[in-house]
């Protein structure tokens, strides 16, 4: 069983993550589209808006309307932009919302018995691991649609995007941390501080 200890450096490191991972949903600069010189324009893309330097505002992106979904129409290519960017929208949702439910339990295990800091650690675990799940599908999605799709074309990833990945990195790493720890730090017994 992890010490107290190792739960307070836990929820540390998880407010860590769990910031990396609001900063995706709320800033648009996943993918990012700036001109040459003398004509400086920037278009960063979020997971739900789409802003511009050219016209200084944001709109809903990806939006049917604007003829967002229909670039690649007819090609050979293997994409659904409108279908892939809203599915990761939506699973960087999902994730926020498992975060929110590992603070919470991450919280409970700090400040209750013995009985459950002992066995509180899977569930925190193996919600920590559907969390980053859900961040590396979301990153891929849109990995694969920047990467498929005519509309990126001479686009780059922006700040969010590695925010994305430092997030489930680092989800990662502190479900294999952890899982170590109780594994092997006396056979999963520590005696409390």
Same mark, same amino acid.
Request: with cysteine; net charge neutral.
């Given at each position: 069983?992890?010490?107290? =200890? ?20 709320? &800033?648009?600069?996943?993918?990012q589209?700036? $001109? ?15 802003? $511009? ?5 944001? %709109? ?10 229909? &670039?690649?129409?007819? $090609?050979? %290519?293997?994409?659904?932009?409108c ?31 013995? %009985?459950?800091?002992?066995q509180?650690w899977?569930h925190?675990?193996g919600?920590i691991?559907? !969390? ?14 920047? &990467?498929s ?11 969010? !995007?590695?925010?994305? =990945?430092? $997030? ?14 109780? %594994?092997?730090?006396? &056979? ?6």
């Amino acid at each position: 069983m992890p010490t107290r =200890n190792a739960y307070i450096a836990s929820t540390a490191l998880f407010l860590l993550t769990f910031g990396f991972q609001l900063t995706t949903l709320f &800033q648009p600069k996943w993918v990012q589209y700036k $001109s040459p010189e003398p004509y400086y324009t920037e278009t960063n893309y979020g997971l739900f808006q789409k802003c $511009s330097t050219l016209t200084d505002d944001c %709109r809903r992106f990806p939006k049917s309307s604007w003829g967002d979904c229909d &670039q690649d129409k007819g $090609s050979n %290519r293997w994409v659904n932009l409108c279908a892939e960017w809203r599915i990761a929208g939506g699973l960087d949702i999902a994730a926020a919302i498992i975060g929110l439910w590992v603070l919470a339990g991450l919280g409970t295990v700090l400040y209750t018995g013995e %009985r459950w800091q002992a066995q509180g650690w899977k569930h925190i675990l193996g919600l920590i691991g559907i !969390f980053a799940g859900l961040e590396i599908v979301s990153m891929a999605l849109i990995a694969h649609v920047t &990467q498929s799709s005519a509309m990126f074309a001479h686009h780059h990833y922006g700040p969010t !995007f590695i925010y994305s =990945n430092v $997030s489930w990195a680092l989800a990662a790493a502190m479900s294999i941390g952890v899982l170590l720890f109780a %594994r092997y730090n006396g &056979q999963g017994y520590i005696a409390l501080e």
